[in-house]
């Protein structure tokens, strides 16, 4: 069955630091990949996607995640988080052809920047 | 355009009652999506609906669960009796075709809370 696993629940990060945020799953086939973001208040959106193509995609508010094929991975970076990025940030798998159209969610990270 | 409309947003009900959640899709999406999020876990989908067809209900369980989806617009979803582990959000989506390739927009959510 397929899976998704972020590693770190919560993270603390001070305005201007570096951000990198694990996805892996478990799927051997073509995989579709996302990650959404939940502001305090707000519904869950789609910050990037991959399907296919350039391995590096970039999203909205300077957003990037680089898809590892070998590695099962999908990590979320920004190279300088601001206060507004304080949100729940969820990577989710989307199983190709032969996985159907279910989309599997991982359980977040809680990203809390300081001021 | 108007986001999707969910109602109500919480509810608050002892366990054996049953409760429905109404959703609506933003206009023009085909396939609408019910998730499950338990508390610091991510979204589980429990049913899927293409138009007014069922694409995937395999984590819904059926023999408190029900959803329906008439005339491929506005959906339901009934939990006839609760328990106490179905407290929970409930989340609706929809996109434009499957989610294999279009992003899903998310409601508000219904917090429910059985007691």
């Known amino acids: 069955a397929q899976s998704v696993s972020q590693h770190n629940h919560h993270v603390i990060l001070s305005e201007a630091a570096s951000l990198e945020l694990g996805c892996n799953y478990s799927?051997?086939?073509?995989?579709?990949l996302f990650w959404y973001v939940q502001y305090p208040g707000q519904h869950l959106q789609l910050l990037l996607k991959y399907f296919s193509g350039d391995p590096l995609v970039k999203g909205i508010k300077g957003f990037e995640a680089e898809f590892i094929k070998s590695k099962f991975s999908f990590n979320l970076r920004k190279p300088s988080v601001q206060w507004s990025d304080t949100a729940e940030y969820f990577c989710?798998?989307?199983?190709?052809?032969?996985?159907?159209?279910?989309?599997?969610f991982g359980a977040g990270t809680r990203l809390f920047v300081k001021a | 355009e108007a986001g999707v409309a969910q109602s109500p947003r919480y509810k608050i009900i002892e366990k054996r009652q049953s409760v429905a959640f109404w959703c609506n899709p933003i206009?023009?999406?085909?396939?609408l999506y019910w998730y499950q999020q338990i508390l610091g876990q991510g979204p589980k989908l429990l049913i899927q609906?293409?138009?007014?067809?069922?694409?995937?209900d395999s984590q819904l369980p059926k023999d408190r669960f029900s959803a329906e989806r008439l005339k491929g617009v506005d959906s339901t979803l009934k939990i006839q009796p609760a328990k106490l582990e179905d407290s929970a959000v409930y989340l609706c989506?929809?996109?434009?075709?499957?989610?294999?390739?279009?992003?899903?927009?998310f409601g508000p959510g219904t917090r429910l809370t059985v007691t």
């Open positions: 989506a929809s996109s434009l075709q499957g989610a294999k390739t279009y992003e899903q927009y």
């Open positions: 609906f293409q138009n007014n067809g069922v694409v995937d």
């Open positions: 799927y051997g086939g073509t995989v579709n």
């Open positions: 989710a798998v989307n199983g190709g052809n032969t996985g159907g159209f279910k989309t599997i």
């Open positions: 206009s023009g999406h085909a396939t």
